[in-house]
């Protein structure tokens, strides 16, 4: 299935993507795509079973806003690609490096992204996200870590570089601007993507292709990510996982970066899981 939430931002409603592209009302069976719902394999198969009857909804002029509602955290990747890891100079990390967003930092798929005050190195990031579906504490193998993920969606990690690294602590300051985690436009159910380690994940700015990468490069891949990461912290359904991204962004440019300024226009994409397109202003 294809979830997503559209509406107006803080009264979206929830919907589905039909197999024919039809976009469908759910908010008269669900009360929104949430934790809640995601952990209720019984409701799930309701909305499957019932989609082709659900109401019709006009999609003009809609806004899509983020898939997920009510997020518990969420939980980043760093360095997990080995093109990114060699176009930035890092070393392959002998385990995943965490570091966490805020999850007001997430804004819907084609919401406007804000250049923080005083950035100069705002950087783009395509990212897999993945949606935690059920509650995992130390998961000893892949199969209870796959069998833990609801499902997949696009996130775009955007950056700012100078607070990330120049500024002294951890990465979170470069990580948690407000507008920093589009996310969407679909939440896109783990059955339909019956390998996460075959994705292609594009990235254009202003139209240049940048980004241009596959999750088969993942230094970690999906199941180790979930596995490793619930032996830290306690996953819960609604929690989301960004899982790195590939070779491409500003950072990785010879100088001058091309680093992203207000006007600029950004969009993104992987396989299966939809696009989004996002304008640049200053905050």
Known sequence: MKLLRVGTKGAERPALLDAEGTLRDLSGVVPDIDGALLADDAALAWVRAAAAELPVLDATGLRTGPPL???GKIVCIGLNYHDHARETGGAVPAEPILFMKAPDTVVGPDDTVLVPRGSVKTDWEVELAVVIGRTARWLETDEEALAAVAGYAVAHDVSEREFQIERGGQWDKGKNCE???PL????VTSEEVPDPQALALRLWVNGELRQDGSTSEQIFPVAEVVRYVSRFMTLYPGDVINTGT?????MGQP???PYLRAGDVVELEIDGLGRQRQMLRDA
């Not at 590939?246 to 500003?250: L, N, T």
């Open 246 to 250: 590939p070779a491409g962004v500003a």
């Open 69 to 71: 509602a009510r997020i």
């Open 179 to 181: 507008t920093f985690n």
């Open 184 to 187: 969407g436009p679909w939440l």
């Open 255 to 257: 100088d001058p970066k």
